[in-house]
């Protein structure tokens, strides 16, 4: 396209994106389907500050004094608990979503630092269990690939009641992207449309998932932490109710999650952000005197380790990635922009992942792509990338005088704008201000 | 026969000790008594044992059950032998909702009536009910049988995959994307086979075939008005 002539003025109602969605949807009849999580700016950590240490503050040594990083999840009913060496996870992303090398890749890289993969719609693959040292079963509504020799061979189960992309919502992973191997796994016919549903089949509510908590317990002999992951929406009462329901960790998925495919309109508009979703969880917690017994875990846009730091201060146990990680693995990788422009996008931009034509190998079947992606490589790149956040956030925990990340506090953070003040529950930087507390 | 009285022994010991068999176990015959309507009874089983429960049992009885013969002497309640990948369960009584849920082997008798939703996400397992079954079932079932002596509720077999389903009685109504087919010498012969199994006297050729019209197989818009 030529340069817009100056003088045209932008209409922020009608801006160039919305002007070629309604274009889109003219010429097409059917809403936009696309990868990842919510692009719309919300209020996030980076709204966030920390106060380091001053006067009133003791620091700690950046490079000597000791920053523990190690977290347990399952203590509460788990005859084997698990722990990480980071506060860092791996997400759950199915194989079918991604390549079997991506998923390998994962499981390599979670691996290399002491930390935990965790598998997704679809079932567990010989080579993710293989190379995860910690593993999470995801128990979802579809059950696609669920069986109990593989729940026996998980570290720790995960039951999916919804996620932060699509909190109520289904899934649909298209034709192109069930081969043979996904077909089988999911016991589809192969090239067809797949659909994910969006409700357990046999149960509803939290009466009910209690007695499924309590069988998956019985059928795995109380060993595993049991996890309960929801969209963040209601998450207060969802929380609660989960703890209710026997969780051993809660898993809360803010609306800036990662999917492999669903509606636009249903990523940018339903679901609550990440920020807000952690304060109302850990405010369930501790009204329940649940805080730190049951795990919180959070996800959802999570990017660095100022974002773990931060979700750390406000209560959680542990952060959780996807997007990024795949990101670290090589997807949208510049040296990849002529691939990427030739499906129409770029790289930097690309979230197609429904269609299967991933340059970087990771979100497709196709065989000759997903060769391109070297799982030793990519596991490692990850490592690298864990690495980072976990010295990046314990740069912070030291900086705020914490000789364990869990130490991180609340009252050691403001915020830099009144709306993210309100969902966080920080004083707006400068000021004992908390919009919302104190009656008013 | 190893009797265990569940009014005096706890569950957790009654799954453990059922987990904990060694695979070439003698003891292949135990009975349940008082399970007084427990959750959760005789669950992950996977040992070629019999197991019979007099009584009446609650949710997920015989769930994920392999090898195993699970028989209950009562009704069940919500997701008997849910996501079962192999053996065989017979239910004497009724079966609340979601019976058979998403399993991807073995078979289920119902003698009495099932409640909506039996052979949801059914995967592969066999499923038989002599009397009659409630609204969606074998709804999104992907594969294995479903057989029904009684009649059928509403949206049977809504958004079906490759399952197939066999009903003598009325259907009150077909789900998106599911048709009458033909019943062919093969599908006579399979229903045999199915009612035999399960002990029910019944001519096969007194029953329907159902099974998915494959229309909704790729998402279209100008179907529009089937999702």
């Known amino acids: ?440 | 026969m190893a009797v265990f009285d569940l009014a005096q022994q706890p569950l957790r010991e009654l799954n453990r000790t059922l987990h904990d068999l060694p695979e070439e176990t003698n003891e292949t015959h135990w009975k349940v008594t008082n399970p007084m309507g427990l959750h959760n009874i005789a669950v992950g089983l996977d040992r070629p044992i019999t197991v019979e429960i007099d009584g009446h049992v609650g949710y997920y009885c015989a769930g994920m059950n392999q090898q195993a013969e699970v028989l209950v002497n009562g009704n069940c309640g919500q997701g008997v032998a849910e996501n079962m990948m192999s053996g065989r369960v017979v239910v004497r009584g009724n079966a609340s909702q979601s019976a058979g849920a998403t399993a991807h082997g073995g078979l289920l008798v119902i003698e009495g009536d099932a409640a909506a939703r039996c052979g949801i996400s059914l995967k592969g397992g066999d499923i038989v009910v002599k009397g009659s079954v409630g609204h969606m079932s074998a709804f999104m079932a992907q594969a294995g049988r479903i057989v029904v002596c009684g009649d059928a509720g509403e949206y049977l077999g809504d958004s079906l995959y490759e399952a197939r389903i066999y009903v003598r009685g009325k259907v009150s109504q077909l789900g998106a994307d599911c048709v009458e087919k033909e019943m062919e010498a093969a599908h006579l012969e399979e229903l045999r086979d199915l009612l035999s199994a399960a002990g029910v006297e019944a001519d096969p050729a007194d029953f329907r075939r159902y099974g998915s019209a494959r229309n909704l197989y790729h998402f279209n818009v100008d179907k529009m008005d089937s999702y």
């Not at chain 1, 990523?267 to 969880?281: K, M, S, Y």
Request: charged residues 25%; proline residues 6%.
């Open chain 1, 1 to 440: 396209m030529k340069p817009v002539p100056p003088h045209l003025r932008r209409s922020s109602t009608f801006p160039p994106e919305v002007v070629a969605e309604i274009q889109r949807a003219a010429g097409t009849s059917i809403y936009d389907i696309r990868g990842g999580g919510a692009k719309r700016r919300i209020p996030d950590f980076d709204d966030l500050l920390f106060l380091g240490a001053s006067m009133s503050r003791y620091p700690l040594e950046g490079y000597r004094e000791a920053c523990d990083t190690t977290v347990q999840l399952g203590t509460r009913f788990a005859n084997k608990p698990i722990e990480i060496k980071i506060p860092v996870t791996i997400a759950g992303m199915s194989f079918g979503a991604l390549s079997a090398n991506a998923k390998e890749g994962l499981g390599r890289g979670a691996s290399e630092v002491g930390t935990s993969t965790t598998t997704g719609d679809g079932g567990m693959t010989p080579e993710e269990r293989g190379q995860s040292k910690i593993l999470v079963y995801q128990y979802l509504p579809s059950r696609y690939g669920m069986n109990p020799n593989d729940l026996r061979k998980a570290d720790a189960i995960e039951i999916v009641v919804g996620q932060g992309a699509k909190p109520g919502g289904g899934g649909m992973l298209l034709g192109q992207k069930i081969s043979e191997r996904v077909a089988d796994m999911r016991t589809l016919p192969e090239g067809i449309d797949q659909r994910s549903a969006c409700r357990h089949p046999d149960w509803t509510g939290p009466d009910d998932l209690a007695i499924k908590i309590q069988e998956l317990r019985e059928i795995t002999d109380w060993e595993k932490p049991i996890y309960v992951k929801v969209g963040a929406t209601r998450t207060y009462y969802d929380t609660a109710l989960a703890v209710k329901a026997g969780a051993d960790v809660i898993v809360v998925d803010g609306m800036q999650g990662g999917t492999a495919a669903t509606q636009d309109v249903f990523i940018e508009h339903v679901g609550i952000p990440t920020l807000p979703a952690v304060r109302l969880a850990v405010e369930a917690l501790q009204e329940l005197d649940m805080h730190r017994k049951v795990q919180l875990i959070v996800s959802g846009g999570i990017k660095n380790g100022a974002d773990v730091a931060k979700a750390l201060a406000l209560g959680a146990d542990a952060a959780s990635i996807g997007t990024a990680a795949m990101i670290a693995m090589g997807d949208n990788a510049p040296e990849l922009d002529e691939e990427y422009r030739a499906l129409g996008t770029a790289a930097g931009y690309y979230d197609d992942w429904h269609e299967g034509r991933d340059p970087a190998g990771i979100s497709t079947q196709d065989p000759e792509l997903e060769q391109r992606l070297d799982p030793v490589v990519a596991g490692h790149r990850l490592a690298n990338y864990l690495r980072v956040m976990t010295l990046e956030c314990q740069t912070l925990a030291r900086a705020c005088g914490k000789s364990h990340v869990h130490n991180l506090e609340p009252e050691d953070l403001v915020a830099l704008t009144v709306e993210a003040s309100a969902m966080a529950k920080v004083p707006l930087a400068g000021t004992s201000w908390i919009p919302g507390a104190g009656g008013y």
